[in-house]
């Protein structure tokens, strides 16, 4: 198997394996643990900002092409992942009717993260305008690929700064971005079985919403091999994409989902181990 048919199939096993995982989980038990999913949800971001930080982020300004241009790189990766989620928010909270004034600024649950809240609404209404239903669909794809085009960067800038060898951090990354895909799958597919789909429907489409993270792990490499600006601004704008995905969204989250002190020690657990892996 060439490099491209490693980093795709490793990817593949991340996110397509980790989303349909969960998916089928949510199919057999058709509920979730938030106290879980909090947990597991504040390790995983623990371990990727340790990684990004004390890796990627190191790896990119040890190409040499200026800290300055890493850190617009980073800069442009937050902006980015920003702005389409902004986009998508202000266009679909509205239509979700537990979404008001008093809500929290952000998602408290994995439903309204993915948006598969707001394509339950639509499929309630399904008979309707079956047109309504399918723009949902496509919204809920684009903001679940929001999360796994930046995550596959990681990988495949990873990949392409050890030239092509799939190094630990890059197997690290695969392996923790497949732990952090079963939670996210199991919302997809509890919703749409709730609504009436059939199980077996709902959970190959909930794997088929992880392969946004093929494509993720293909730029990032393809632009890493250009040579040290294009992996510089791969690495970069991979690990802009995630510090906000973390901060903006993943821990945020799993606090409000989970009301303690144990996902900020979770978190913590979770730099950690990520330092461990990288350094020992």
Known sequence: MGVIGTLIAVTAIAGVGGTGLGGLIGALLQKDSNRTVSLLLSFAGGVMLSVVSFDLIVEAIETNVGVWVVTAAIAFGV????????????????????????????????????HSDHY????????????????AGIVMA???????????????????????????????????????????????????????????????????????????ALLGFLLGEIGPLGLALSLGFASGAMLYVVFGEILPQAILMYTSKLPAFSAIFGMLVGMLIIFA
């Open 142 to 216: 684009c903001a679940i690929a929001l999360h796994n085009v930046p995550e596959g960067m990681t990988i495949g800038a990873s990949y392409a700064s050890n030239s092509g060898v799939l190094g630990s951090s890059a197997l690290v990354l695969a392996i923790l971005i497949g732990l952090h895909n079963i939670p996210e799958g199991m919302a997809v597919s509890v919703p749409l079985i709730s609504g009436g789909m059939p199980k077996g429907k709902a959970v190959m489409i909930t794997a088929l919403s992880g392969a946004p993270t093929i494509l993720g």
């Open 120 to 135: 339950e609404v639509h499929y309630a209404k399904r008979k309707e305008n079956r047109f309504s239903l399918f723009i």
């Open 79 to 114: 902006a980015v992942i920003f702005l389409l989620n902004h986009i998508i928010d202000t266009r679909t909270n509205p239509e979700v009717p537990h979404i008001d004034a008093n809500h929290p600024k952000t998602a408290d649950d994995l439903n309204e993260l993915i």
